[in-house]
C-alpha cells in the first residue's frame, strides 16, 4: 500500500524494528556500561513499550516521504544514519531546550544531563535511523524487485 510515494508496509516493518532495536540495544548496552545506558524502562512497562513502537512507527513517517528520501544522500543505512542523527538534534533543539525553558517537567530534566545521557541519546537515535534507513523499500525499489 502506498501513499504519496510512501511504502507504509516498508514503514510499519522498518519503524516497528528500528524502535525495537533502539530499546534492545538500550537494554543491552545498560548492562555492559551501567548507568550510560538503560534509559528505557522496557518490557517491564508495556504501555511505554507500545507507546514508543507507535511513535517509532509515526516518526519515520518523515523518513519514507520521497521530499525528505530523495533528497538525503548515499545508500539506505545512510540515509537513515543521518535522519538519525538530525531526529535526535530537532529533539534536542526543540524539545530539551525550548520545552525545557517554557518548564516542562521531564526536559527540564534533560538540560543538566551529563555528558554520558547525551551520548546515550545520540548513539540509540543512530541506532534508530541506521536500521529505519536498511529496511524501508521505497515505493520505487520495491516495484523493480
Do not use: C, R
Amino acid at each position: 500500500m502506498t501513499l504519496k510515494g510512501i511504502n507504509f508496509k516498508s514503514l510499519l516493518v522498518a519503524g516497528f524494528v528500528a524502535g525495537w532495536m533502539m530499546y534492545f540495544v538500550d537494554h543491552w548496552f545498560g548492562g555492559l556500561f551501567g548507568s550510560m545506558f538503560g534509559m528505557f524502562p522496557g518490557t517491564s512497562n508495556w504501555g511505554w513499550m507500545v507507546k514508543h513502537e507507535i511513535e517509532s512507527i509515526i516518526f519515520a513517517i518523515p523518513f519514507a516521504w520521497p521530499f525528505v528520501y530523495n533528497k538525503l544522500p548515499g545508500a539506505g543505512w545512510l540515509k537513515g544514519l543521518i535522519y538519525g542523527f538530525l531526529w535526535w538534534l530537532i529533539l534536542l533543539l526543540i524539545l530539551g531546550w525550548i520545552a525545557g525553558a517554557l518548564g516542562a517537567k521531564p526536559f527540564q530534566q534533560m538540560a543538566p544531563a551529563s555528558f554520558a545521557i547525551f551520548l546515550t541519546d545520540i548513539i540509540l537515535h543512530l541506532v534508530y535511523g541506521f536500521f529505519l534507513g536498511v529496511l524501508y523499500v521505497p515505493e520505487k525499489a520495491q516495484a523493480t524487485t
